[in-house]
């Protein structure tokens, strides 16, 4: 085998990579109950409660990770989609926020970075107990805000669907494997 052979195997093995990579985020089964709420995806769990750890790790069998609010349209859209929805009212949903490493600093925990946007409930977070240090939406007076409380806790989660990366190595080789095969001539890889 030669070596201009052995890349076109090794390019078309990075095809078949991107495809997968595709499947596994965007068409599968795994999303087929994400929702659409204002500029996310939503997976919105009311079928069994489950602590905050358990949450995150729901969520991550998804491919996804425990929602995190960043904006005011982003909190208003989620509060008008529960609210409007019977079966998600009067719960009580977990986000992905923490302050486990500090008390007192909030942080995406799938980031680290500061709570980007935050709606706490009239005199939250309190650290009730000093035991309380993951953050859910709770719904008080038919509007949802924010409450710390005890991540074991059993609460619903909310999970939202990673966003694609700016840019990424696979779509660079992707666009090079195309390139590559148009110099070449060679028609596709199944030929190979
Ligand atoms: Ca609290």
New binding site residues.
Partial sequence: MGLRQICVLVLCFAGVLTDSINNSNYGGSETISFIDIGNKHYLINTVATMNWFQAYLYCHTFDSDLAVIKTPGEMNALNFYLIANAGHVDTNFWLGVTDLAEQGKYVSFRDGRPMPYAKWSAG?????GNN?HCVHLWLVNNIFYM???NCNAKLYAICEMRQPRKGCDVCDLKNLVERFLQFTNVPNCENW
């Fill in positions: 939250q977070p309190d650290n009730f309380e409450n710390d409380n």
